[in-house]
């Protein structure tokens, strides 16, 4: 029998029945027809697997393969009604050693918190964020440390086996920084960080590779910021990764948040109560401060003790001082015309446990800020617990309010809480202003998508709860016209880079 292959100048003659078992193959090569070389070039296709940060605001995870190569951008603990879910502790759906590269956006807990894990579980390769990223990460999984491994849950046995020292040291051994606009290659990758103007030190992480331009957000800045830059704009983008935290709502206006402030606190004052202010101790503490600096310099509210009551965000703060270049135009120039930010009469630090504990002796009115933001764990408890069964006190909520925290239940209305197994009563005055959101609202993720409408192939929807990822999703395919998607946990997606 024979086989012949068209366009080529040979064929194949399989030898006889007698050959067969033989397995016996002659070559004739036959002049007369010319001879092609097929080149065969290796395929522009990437896959992108989300290994988290689908159908919930937390866990962020991201694997990008291509050409050999495998990238993760962001690596955060899945977060509900406790700092961490028993989910975190699963095996990876990828294999951490394979891994050569770890990007981070920015050094919020559920974007970083799951690092020690993937180090312990084999990752070997190189760390990269921004200059301002790497030293708010360093406080920021010693603090999550020291929480898990200090926790009394069941099975916590893991956690200290992944939690310790060594592992938190050889994160910081491996890790470079890159400011932003700076360019990074490896392989046929070109990798650079844009300003997200969410937190200090955030950025959007750009991929370039066969002149296609992919861009994960991270989180995008609720700009303008009283402290940081905005949100940079964006061009040319052939695939969006996005978050969408706020996807189906829009903030109030920046300043009537700012009136809604000096209200509460003057409210406050009049009632003779205390004022407890539940704050995130990465950026939301050190707006709070500054805006609070701003009313007190300008004799718009009464003076009052001011308790800043997280010794997180104290020494975060600390870290804000020390990258003020990254501030913008405004704050800088209160810097300059020598103002400190961060200070002003009336405040006080209370860094140890015990000046904690005397906030309760102190005489009304005053106004107590503690971590958490979203009242899963932290000093704040403790005030809470103090404070809101007590009428002419008020609760302020500023800001995203996460399903099954103890601040979404109060920011739904409940009227009996559980705190460290005791009921508490809430009969404080709650207020909620979300004008305080270090992300950006609906209508500004449209705005932000419009800038590179024009060159998007498909926009992939992410970091959201269902509703208002799907929300977002639907409103970009409305009105720009875009190809978005909603993805789950663990879907992969193949993206065309030809």
Not at 377 to 399: C, D, F, K, S, V
């Amino acid at each position: 029998m024979w086989f012949s292959l068209p366009g080529c100048n040979f064929s194949w003659q399989a030898g006889g029945k007698d050959h067969i078992l033989s397995h016996r193959v002659h070559l004739t090569v036959l002049p007369s027809l010319p001879c092609y070389t097929i080149d065969m070039e290796p395929s522009k296709t990437l896959k992108l697997t989300f290994a988290g940060g689908t159908g919930s605001v937390t866990g962020a995870n991201f694997l990008l393969q291509g050409e050999g190569k495998s990238f993760l951008i962001d690596c955060g603990l899945a977060q509900g009604s406790k700092l961490a879910e028993e989910s975190n502790w699963k095996p990876f759906v990828y294999d951490p050693s394979t891994i050569d590269a770890l990007f981070i956006t920015h050094a919020h807990i559920d974007h970083i918190g799951r690092i020690p894990k993937l180090v312990h579980d084999g990752f070997k390769g190189v760390i990269y964020s921004t200059i301002p990223t790497k030293d708010i990460t360093e406080l920021m999984l010693e603090d999550t440390a020291n929480i898990l491994t200090h926790s009394d849950r069941e099975g916590n046995e893991m956690v200290k086996e992944i939690y310790t020292k060594p592992i938190l040291d050889k994160i910081f051994q491996s890790w470079q920084v890159i400011d932003y606009h700076q360019d990074l290659t490896i392989g046929p990758f070109i990798f650079r960080y844009r300003d997200a103007g969410h937190v200090l030190g955030s950025g959007m992480l750009e991929v370039m590779y066969n002149n296609k331009k992919l861009i994960f957000t991270g989180d995008l800045g609720n700009s303008p910021s009283p402290l940081l830059r905005d949100t940079e704009a964006i061009k040319n983008v052939d695939y969006l990764i996005m978050e969408s935290v706020y996807g189906d709502r829009n903030h109030t206006a920046r300043n009537e948040r700012r009136i809604r402030l000096e209200q509460t606190i003057e409210d406050n004052y009049k009632n003779k109560g205390t004022l407890v202010i539940p704050t995130f101790s990465l950026e939301r503490a050190q707006e709070l401060l500054f805006e609070i600096d701003q009313l007190v310099e300008h004799d718009r509210i009464p003076e009052m003790p001011i308790f800043f009551d997280s010794p997180l965000a104290i020494k975060l703060t600390k870290v804000y001082s020390k990258y003020t270049r990254y501030f913008n135009d405004f704050a800088r120039k209160q810097i300059g015309d020598g103002d400190d930010i961060f200070n002003f009469p009336g405040l006080k630090f209370t860094l140890l446990t015990e000046e904690s504990k005397e906030i309760v002796h102190e005489h009304n009115p005053k106004i107590v800020i503690a971590g958490s933001g979203m009242s899963n764990g932290g000093r704040i408890l403790h005030h809470e617990a103090n404070y809101l069964p007590i009428a002419n006190n008020t609760l302020l909520l500023t800001g995203y309010q996460a399903e099954g925290t103890l601040g979404r239940m109060i920011e739904d209305g409940a009227k009996q809480i559980r705190i460290s197994g005791h009921e508490i009563a809430v009969r404080s005055h709650v207020v909620f202003i979300d004008g305080y959101s270090g992300h950006k609202d609906s209508d500004h993720l449209v705005q932000f998508v419009e800038q590179t409408a024009d060159s998007l192939k498909k926009v992939f929807v992410v970091m959201g709860e269902p509703k208002s990822s799907l929300f977002l999703t639907q409103r970009l395919r409305d009105y720009l016209g875009v190809e978005a998607f909603a993805p789950q946990e663990n879907d992969v997606v193949e993206l065309d880079c030809q």
